[in-house]
């Protein structure tokens, strides 16, 4: 990644905006917040992983890690098109108000908004026209992965395949072509409409980011390191991943005990089988940063650290405290990467990539990074620990090569934050930043002390930008329910705040000049 001028931008996800469908969509009020970022004068826009969720409805916890998220199509574009009736979608935006407004109350959307899109793919496989030309087109355009999440999808969702994957029977467990063909021929319906649904992901994130070109804003992904043990992706290429011949994992991912937790986190992803992935030459890692790159300008790395080296635990330990550290595959990866997507490389032949580079980091990952050539994350809730030394206090940042935060989606908000440190920590910081750390300006405090600093792009969720505290957050690591709900009401977005975002901006440089911006590299 390469960033040319001093940068800022807003972390929030699609689904977190306003609406009138109870959950953010790649509608019309995600065209709104572009708009309203380009009066901040922002060059990007950061959001989560827009691939389905999954289990505890997270993004990073998917059946698919090339499909778009069917819950942020916009049904109201799709009655536009005349694939749902109005009556239909006055229903459901009827039911969605009755939610209310602050959280997305995924139970009650997802079987009432799924219901309505799979009557609206019906609709478009029945209906004769020209519209089947696209559709024909968007099959060759994605055809290295929409066979094998459109059958994972039919299966998973039909009443004979109840449970995942490996309880499926011998023959599909092990992909018997046979089997293939025989639940391919009974599920054509079901595959058609799941591809007619991606289609229309594709075609609203496509106005989208075409909109974000205009604007000269950068659009920043989210590729997780793992993927799901039920997932199309391990289904289908259950030789890459530390599996027995019945599909149960040998090894699972995780992260060991730290000063935040005595047993440190189990996450339960299988791990990959990285020889594999080299002698294939790193194929399936090439065909899903190609995916990513397709639909953002840039993409955050999650986890980085596990390419140097990462956590093993082996499957059915009750806590990630029994596993060993195993080196992953380094630059290797990278440089396949950098070969086999070299369409996306900067000018400096490095991938438009940032890298999470958070937890326990030790050389070979300082190595790593160094050596990719990739911006690593800076963050200013880590940055207060009472020593003048630590990484993340501007001071320390040893060149702009890299992305500063208040605090991210995965920390509470840094208002919640400061309402729960101790005096020693508030006195490091009122002493640090010259301020009397008001409650009620900490936010704007620290985006001030981000903005300030040499990073060359520094990101603001937007929870810290609106002051918000613990009921505004995003996720909680570790914790299974009530994360990934939060949303933003319509009138935050107000020129006050674009005002105010944008002074601060200008104050410390964060404004790319018109001739730089109106060039992408």
């Not at 890690?65 to 005349?82: D, K, T």
């Not at 060359?456 to 937007?462: F, R």
Request: hydrophobic letters at 35%.
């Amino acid at each position: 990644m390469k960033i040319s001028q001093r940068q800022h931008g807003i972390l929030l996800h699609p689904s977190s905006l306003p609406s009138e469908e109870g959950i953010g969509t790649l509608g019309a009020e995600s065209k709104h917040f572009l708009h309203w970022l380009s009066e901040t004068s922002a060059g990007s826009w950061q959001i989560l992983p827009l691939v389905p969720i999954g289990a505890g409805h997270s993004p990073y916890s998917s059946p698919s890690a090339f499909s778009g998220n069917p819950l942020l199509i916009s049904l109201i574009e799709l009655q536009r098109e005349g694939w749902l009736t109005s009556e239909e979608l006055h229903h459901f935006c009827e039911e969605a108000r009755s939610w209310g407004l602050d959280e997305v109350h995924f139970d009650a959307l997802i079987p009432l908004k799924q219901q309505l899109l799979n009557t609206a793919a019906q609709r478009f496989i029945d209906t004769p026209g020209s519209h089947h030309l696209s559709l024909e087109q968007f099959y060759v355009a994605q055809s290295d992965w929409l066979e094998e999440a459109a059958l994972f999808q039919a299966l998973n969702q039909s009443s004979d395949y109840q449970g995942p994957w490996w309880t499926w029977g011998d023959a599909l467990v092990t992909r018997e072509p046979t089997a293939l063909t025989e639940v391919k021929a009974i599920y054509t319906n079901e595959i058609k409409c799941f591809k007619v649904i991606q289609l229309w992901f594709q075609q609203q994130w496509d106005q989208l980011k075409s909109l974000a070109d205009e604007l000269n804003i950068d659009l920043i992904g989210d590729v997780p390191i793992y993927v799901d043990h039920h997932s199309a992706d391990v289904w289908c290429n259950q030789e890459l991943f530390s599996l027995t011949k019945t599909g149960s994992p040998i090894a699972v991912a995780g992260v060991p005990p730290d000063a935040f937790s005595d047993t440190g986190q189990l996450w339960g992803n299988p791990i990959y089988m990285w020889s594999r992935h080299l002698s294939s030459g790193y194929q399936w890692w090439i065909k899903r940063l190609r995916r990513s790159l397709s639909l953002t300008h840039y993409v955050r790395i999650d986890h980085f650290r596990a390419f140097a080296a990462y956590w093993s635990v082996p499957f059915g330990s009750p806590d990630a405290s029994s596993g060993v550290w195993i080196k992953g595959p380094g630059l290797s990866l990278f440089k396949a990467l950098r070969e086999g997507l070299c369409e996306f490389n900067t000018d400096e032949n490095t991938l438009p990539l940032i890298a999470e580079d958070l937890g326990l980091i030790d050389q070979p990952v300082k190595d790593l990074l160094e050596s990719t050539r990739l911006p690593g994350m800076k963050v200013i809730q880590f940055a207060f620990d009472g020593e003048v030394e630590n990484a993340y206090l501007p001071h320390n940042y040893t060149s702009p090569h890299c992305v500063v935060y208040t605090g991210t989606h995965d920390n509470e908000t840094t208002r919640a934050w400061w309402h729960s440190c101790d005096e020693k920590i508030k006195h490091q910081v009122r002493s640090y930043c010259s301020i009397s750390g008001d409650e009620e300006q900490i936010c704007w405090d620290l985006i001030r002390l981000a903005f300030s600093s040499t990073a060359s792009l520094a990101i603001i969720p937007m929870q810290d930008l609106l002051s918000l505290g613990s009921d505004a957050r995003m996720n909680t690591p570790s914790s299974p329910a009530g994360n990934w709900k939060w949303r933003i009401r319509g009138e935050a977005l107000n020129h006050e705040i674009s005002h105010r975002l944008r002074t601060v901006a200008l104050t410390f440089g964060r404004i790319p000049s018109q001739q730089d911006s109106q060039s992408r590299t």
